[in-house]
């Protein structure tokens, strides 16, 4: 669906992104996170066509945008970070004159503006004038506006910026329907606990450099696999301490009451034979496996890793 290769920017002597790639599927929904000034706007600007790139490619359901930009507008949706709205229009004004900009009029355009804005729960606001809207509404209106044309992927820059703890929920189960029914997104975002909860896919930048993109779930293993195995012993500590002291594999051992902390370099095989090999020892074990990180935690740990 999207295949963003080797895309390169500079600013001068600045180096914005240096070889960024990553896949995107049908039906997912990207999250794109990194710090201030990793690249992430540059990125989606270039994807958007507003702005041109020093090399690489950015393919859209097999067509080259950087080639052929015309297509841009066809299969991209923009919504950026701050946007301008009309604030003397109503919100059935405002979706008809863009519509109009896309080539939609007359009862089509009336029809298809209602259909976009019950989308994103904005229908019963159609009546009301743009400047008396709350923020996460004009939010949702600019998405309601992306969405006219049905672009073949939404990109949205930080959609959640600005807006209280109610309107990011709101906007959140708004992108959940939204990916529900096969919508291709790419979002970018600090929030990183909402990204996790919503996104199928991430991408890590950091300083113009994707560190990492995949599946959460490949991606926490991989990252987990560094991280100590936790196991708490019901009976039998003493056994498993001189059990473990024995294996090559174990580098670490240290313990907090009944929980042991072990330092483990093995696959996820090697955890198994070695949880078998402590249960026949005889050792009782309430809880075993490898620590977690949340999505913030992994942010932390991946960029101070690449720093």
């Known amino acids: 669906m999207v295949d963003v290769v080797d895309l390169k920017k500079n600013y001068g002597n600045f180096v914005a992104l240096n070889g960024v790639s990553f896949h995107i599927s049908e039906g997912e929904m990207y999250g794109f996170v990194g710090p201030n000034g990793a690249g992430k706007t ?31 507008k066809q299969l991209v949706g923009y919504m950026p970070d701050f946007f301008g709205v009309y604030d003397n ?40 004038f743009v400047d008396v809207l709350s923020r996460g509404q004009k939010q949702r209106l600019c998405l309601a506006r992306c969405l006219l044309y049905q672009p073949k992927i939404l990109v949205m820059d930080e959609p959640a910026f600005g807006l209280d703890p109610r309107a990011r929920y709101e906007m959140k189960e708004v992108l959940r329907e939204l ?51 936790v196991m708490e012993v019901v009976d039998g500590l003493e056994k498993a301490i001189a059990f473990l002291k024995e294996k090559e594999d174990v580098e ?20 198994a034979l070695l949880l078998q090999g402590l249960l026949g020892q005889g050792v009782l074990i309430s809880q075993y496996g490898r620590a977690e990180n949340n999505l913030e935690s992994l942010f932390m740990q991946i960029t101070e890793k690449e720093e």
């Open 42 to 72: 540059t990125t989606m600007k270039i994807m958007a066509g507003l702005l041109a790139a020093d090399g690489g490619s950015v393919e859209i359901d097999g067509v080259d945008i950087l080639r052929h930009p015309k297509k841009v």
């Open 89 to 128: 229009l109503k919100v059935s004004e405002y979706m008809e004159f863009f519509a109009s900009v896309y080539g939609i009029y007359g009862k089509e355009a009336r029809k298809r503006c209602q259909e976009k804005l019950d989308v994103v729960h904005m229908l019963e606001k159609e009546d009301s």
């Open 179 to 229: 990916m529900d029914v096969g919508v291709t997104m790419l979002v970018s975002s600090h929030i990183l606990s909402e990204l996790s909860e919503i996104c199928t896919t991430v991408g890590i930048i950091e300083a113009g450099k994707m560190v990492v993109s995949g599946t959460l779930d490949e991606i926490m293993t991989k990252v987990n696999q560094s991280n100590p195995i």
């Open 252 to 271: 670490t051992i240290s313990t907090n009451e009944q929980k042991v902390y072990v330092g483990f370099r093995g696959s996820q095989k090697d955890e």
